[in-house]
């Protein structure tokens, strides 16, 4: 009965991830802001240093559907460079993501090539310094599902109660797999840093402007909706050693919408060698079918920075009704990132998300 039990189960969950039409939706981080490949495209070499590269992973619903839970894995690379003598710079970097859910490891993959410029506004002694940055990314994608994890009614045999895979499922679709597809996302960021190692930005993406098409099935019209994200936040320091990072995240895509809102709490020694430690928590916001908006879950974050390192890890607590099933059991994150310093110190300082 187990058997029979986790493919309905995880059905019923992909199908509630992509009710509303056959449009699907994106993965999420928790940690947004420790995956600004994925934010926003406008914050590639938005950092302090020469490059940058993120690790990030996701393992989401494990109480549920174990040993095959949502698991979500990110990377990217981002090298920036200098224009001319002044205080702009280009940058140009990779990113890859592999999302996989269920007993049947549906699996969308995608490579991402991107740019973006940064360029400085204004800014001078005893003045804040204000940066705009506007970047894009061109994406290439394919969805798969592992078809032999799965069996259909005409294999299901009634004498033993269980399937026999042995059999033809007679099945059109099996072993189909989705073309390649490209996608194309662009973004813009502003930003302003104060001579109190504070800071303030403001920002906004359209990811999949081209709808790409991602159907595993021949002749069908499944499409990604274009992703709208907003994002705010900042650093404000109480003292020399404590800061306070607030921020906001909102997104749209298709029927979907979600707010992500909280605070984070960093300690820094303020030494050469800077050991700093980050608390916070944050509060999702989504829309339910039928039930409007609602509260999704609660995250617990803690982060460590050592030099040019950055460690996170996230805890979801699930608050909405699907708690009663998961027990309050939602995701667990980890994101890693690396700052290269680069020969010499750049005249332009970029925000510490």
């Known amino acids: 009965m187990k058997q029979l039990t986790q493919p309905i189960l995880f059905l019923a969950l992909y199908l509630a991830a992509f009710t509303c039409e056959t449009n699907a939706q994106d993965p999420r981080f928790s940690q947004y802001y420790a995956s600004p490949w994925n934010l926003n495209p406008a914050l590639n070499g938005v950092f302090n240093g020469k ?11 494990g109480s549920i559907i174990s040993p095959v839970p949502f698991r979500t894995y990110a990377a990217a690379f981002e090298h920036r460079l200098q224009v001319g003598y ?64 799965l069996w259909f009614s005409r294999q299901f045999d009634s004498g033993t109660e269980t399937p026999n895979t042995n059999l033809s499922s007679n099945e059109p679709n099996a072993n189909a797999q989705s073309k390649a597809y490209l996608d194309f996302n662009a973004g813009l960021l502003w930003y302003a840093v104060f001579e109190n190692e504070g800071f303030f930005y403001m920002g906004g993406a359209m990811h999949h402007l081209n709808n790409p098409k991602i159907s595993l ?37 298709g029927p979907a919408f979600e707010t992500d809102l909280g605070l984070n709490l960093r300690y820094s020694n303020n030494d050469y060698n800077e050991l700093a430690l980050r608390a916070g928590a944050w509060a999702r916001i989504g829309n339910q079918l039928n039930k409007g908006l609602q509260a999704d879950a609660v995250t617990i974050v803690g ?41 010499k110190r750049s005249r332009v300082v970029c925000p510490n998300f």
């Open 86 to 149: 002044g205080d702009d710079y280009a940058s140009f970097g990779i990113g890859a993501m592999h999302d996989e859910a269920g007993t049947a490891r549906f699996a969308p993959n995608k490579v991402q090539l991107g740019g973006a410029f940064l360029k400085q506004l204004s800014g001078g002694r005893r003045q804040a310094d204000h940066y705009l940055s506007a970047g894009a990314q061109l994406g290439f994608g394919q969805n798969s599902i592992d078809w032999g994890r």
């Open 51 to 61: 490059w940058r590269a993120t690790v990030n992973y996701r393992d989401q619903w």
């Open 217 to 253: 099935i021949e002749d069908d019209n499944e499409t990604l909706y274009t992703r709208v994200t907003g994002h705010a936040g900042g650093q404000f320091p109480i003292n020399d050693h404590v800061s306070l990072l607030p921020g906001v995240l909102v997104m749209s895509q």
């Open 303 to 343: 982060m460590l920075e050592l030099n040019r390192w950055m460690l996170g890890l996230s805890y979801d607590i699930t608050v909405s009704s699907l708690a009663t099933a998961n027990n309050s059991r939602g995701a667990f994150e980890v994101s890693l990132t690396y700052f290269h310093p680069g020969e």
